[in-house]
Each structure stands twice: as C-alpha cells, then as structure tokens.
C-alpha cells in the first residue's frame, strides 16, 4: 500500500478539521468576520480577487459584482485605475463605454457594504495607471473615504494593530497601490485619504501561473527585485516590528473560469503555499488572489491558513 506524501497527509488532516469545525472555529454567521478579532492583522488571510471588477467584461476574471463578492466574504480587492473621459475608471488595459467610476465603487458599493457590516475590513490593491492630479479629483468625489483609509503613521502599536482595533478607529479601509507617486496622504477638500506603497507595506509573488491554463509555474518569486524585495522581509523599514503583508497570486494571465476550479483547489492552493511559497517568503499569506472566486475552495483555504496553517518559518 502507498504511504501518503507529507503534503498530502497535512491538506487531509486540514480538510477534515475544517469540514468539523468550521461552524465552531469560524464563530460567525457572517463570512469574511473573523469570531476572534484580538489578533494583529497580519495573522489573518484573506481571498482576495483578481480583477474584482470584470464580471461584465470582455474576458472576465470574476463572475460576480463586487457588491456580491463582499456578501461572499472577499476582503481584498485588485482594481486597475485609468483615466479615460475625464474620470478615474475601473478598467482592464482598455477603458470601454460601460467603465465604471472609481468614485462610483466607492460611494454606490464600498462604503454601503461597511455601513452594513460594521466589524469588516476591506483591502483595495490599486494598479493604478492615473496621475496623483486625476487621481485626487477623483477622490475629491468620495469623501466618505476620509477617516476611513487605514493611515499607518498614525499607530503607535509594536506591530500591525489587532482587527478589533481596526474596527474601534474606523479606518477599515486599507488602500495599497503599485503606483508609488499616488501614495502617501492625498489631502481632498473633506480631508486626507491614506494610500500605501505596495512596494513598502507588501511583498507579493509574481502574478502569473503561466499564459494559459496550459503552464503551471509554480515557482514563488518577487514580483518586483528579488534582492532589494524579497518574499522573506520581516519588517517595514519606516515601522519596526511591522511585518509587510504577504499577496499570494494564484491565476493564470488568461482567465478561464472553467479551469479556476482547478487552480483554486484547496490541493492546489496547500501545495503552493507549502512546497513553494512557505519556504520562500517564511509565512503565510495574507491575501489569497485568485479568479473567479467562488470556484474551488479559495475560502476553506484562507480560513485554514488563519486557524490552522504554520506561520513564520525561523
């Protein structure tokens, strides 16, 4: 008789406790709620969605709105920002008659969503290709946002602070942005609207399996300079004691939803996080980014690494 593989042995024994006690450890009705909210918030993992906003595009990366991604329990958001007819639009390479507004998320989905469910915290991972000048007048038209946006500098805590505190200050809205000139305090007529460096605040491993469903690699390296931005880097240099958060990628350049199913296998996702990214960035992943988020196990994934993953490697 064959011997289970290590790797095999661990996602049955993670399978199984979650398939027990899923509605104990979880503890909420609510998904994307965490029951336990005294951890810092790098402790926890979250799905994250590749594209959040195509479901209606040519070639999507999601089936489902954003509004119903969130009611599923998605908290990290990737949004690609052009400017195109005068406004900041959510789109993929080209901007179509239909593009909606990045102020129109904000004000028709986001903030109503928060306003509901009052202990969520959401995360936006911002490509974002505008000027800071088209940028701000964007945001002068969602000031809901001020006083919302998680601004690190304004914590004196020895790490990340726990969710709960998150949730008492307000700030429930982390912004991240590869656009490091968009950073920073972006002060509008309402106030500062805080958007963090991706580069500084995050590692992130390259974004693509492979072209099509056809490559499958693996490998887990930098998106950006693998010797200036490693995977492993314990600290934020301007917050000692604060880990960067970890984005694991985990789709393929061309989507194909039939195939997400395959990809976002709890199997598949356990491997990836095991054999290749564990060992290279020394912890767990904090966004889990994937297409077409319902298919697969994407979520069974993110609770087990919250619960019951290990952690920071020595």
């Given at each position: 008789m064959n011997s289970l593989r290590p790797i095999q042995a661990i996602q049955r024994i993670a399978l199984l406790a979650l398939a027990l006690a899923a509605n104990t450890a979880l503890g909420s009705t609510t998904a994307g709620i965490p029951a336990d909210m005294s951890r810092p918030f790098d402790r926890y993992s979250?799905?994250?969605s590749h594209n959040?906003?195509?479901?209606?595009?040519?070639?999507?990366?999601?089936?489902?709105?954003?509004?119903r991604q969130l009611t599923e329990g998605v908290r990290g958001l990737m949004l690609d920002l052009y400017y195109d007819r005068g406004r900041v639009r959510l789109c993929h390479r080209t901007c179509l008659g239909d593009s909606q507004t990045f102020a129109d998320l904000v004000n028709k989905t986001l903030l109503p969503f928060l306003e509901r469910e009052p202990k969520a915290i959401v995360s936006l991972h911002l490509e974002d290709f505008t000027s800071r000048r088209h940028l701000l007048a964007e945001l002068e038209r969602a000031p809901g946002l001020v006083g919302r946006t998680f601004d690190p500098y304004a914590w004196s805590t020895p790490a990340w602070p726990t969710y709960a505190e998150i949730v008492e200050s307000g700030q429930r809205i982390l912004v991240f942005s590869l656009n490091t000139d968009n950073s920073g305090a972006l002060m509008t007529g309402a106030?500062?609207?805080?958007?963090m460096p991706s580069e500084v605040f995050t590692v992130e491993n390259y974004w693509s399996l492979g072209a099509t469903i056809f490559q499958h690699d693996n490998e887990c390296r930098s998106r950006w300079n693998g010797t200036t931005h490693p995977l492993s880097r314990r600290e934020i240099t301007e917050k000692p004691g604060w880990r960067p958060l970890f984005t694991m990628n985990q789709f393929h350049g061309v989507p194909l939803r039939l195939h997400a199913s395959t990809d976002n296998r709890f199997e598949r996702l356990s491997e990836r996080y095991i054999e290749y990214c564990r060992p290279v960035a020394r912890r767990k992943p904090n966004f889990v980014a994937v297409d077409f988020h319902e298919?697969?196990?994407?979520?069974?994934?993110?609770?087990w690494l919250t619960l019951w993953a290990p952690d920071a490697m020595p």
């Amino acid at each position: 008789m064959n011997s289970l593989r290590p790797i095999q042995a661990i996602q049955r024994i993670a399978l199984l406790a979650l398939a027990l006690a899923a509605n104990t450890a979880l503890g909420s009705t609510t998904a994307g709620i965490p029951a336990d909210m005294s951890r810092p918030f790098d402790r926890y993992s979250w799905v994250t969605s590749h594209n959040a906003f195509t479901s209606n595009g040519t070639i999507p990366n999601q089936s489902q709105t954003i509004d119903r991604q969130l009611t599923e329990g998605v908290r990290g958001l990737m949004l690609d920002l052009y400017y195109d007819r005068g406004r900041v639009r959510l789109c993929h390479r080209t901007c179509l008659g239909d593009s909606q507004t990045f102020a129109d998320l904000v004000n028709k989905t986001l903030l109503p969503f928060l306003e509901r469910e009052p202990k969520a915290i959401v995360s936006l991972h911002l490509e974002d290709f505008t000027s800071r000048r088209h940028l701000l007048a964007e945001l002068e038209r969602a000031p809901g946002l001020v006083g919302r946006t998680f601004d690190p500098y304004a914590w004196s805590t020895p790490a990340w602070p726990t969710y709960a505190e998150i949730v008492e200050s307000g700030q429930r809205i982390l912004v991240f942005s590869l656009n490091t000139d968009n950073s920073g305090a972006l002060m509008t007529g309402a106030g500062a609207i805080h958007v963090m460096p991706s580069e500084v605040f995050t590692v992130e491993n390259y974004w693509s399996l492979g072209a099509t469903i056809f490559q499958h690699d693996n490998e887990c390296r930098s998106r950006w300079n693998g010797t200036t931005h490693p995977l492993s880097r314990r600290e934020i240099t301007e917050k000692p004691g604060w880990r960067p958060l970890f984005t694991m990628n985990q789709f393929h350049g061309v989507p194909l939803r039939l195939h997400a199913s395959t990809d976002n296998r709890f199997e598949r996702l356990s491997e990836r996080y095991i054999e290749y990214c564990r060992p290279v960035a020394r912890r767990k992943p904090n966004f889990v980014a994937v297409d077409f988020h319902e298919r697969g196990d994407a979520a069974t994934f993110a609770t087990w690494l919250t619960l019951w993953a290990p952690d920071a490697m020595p």
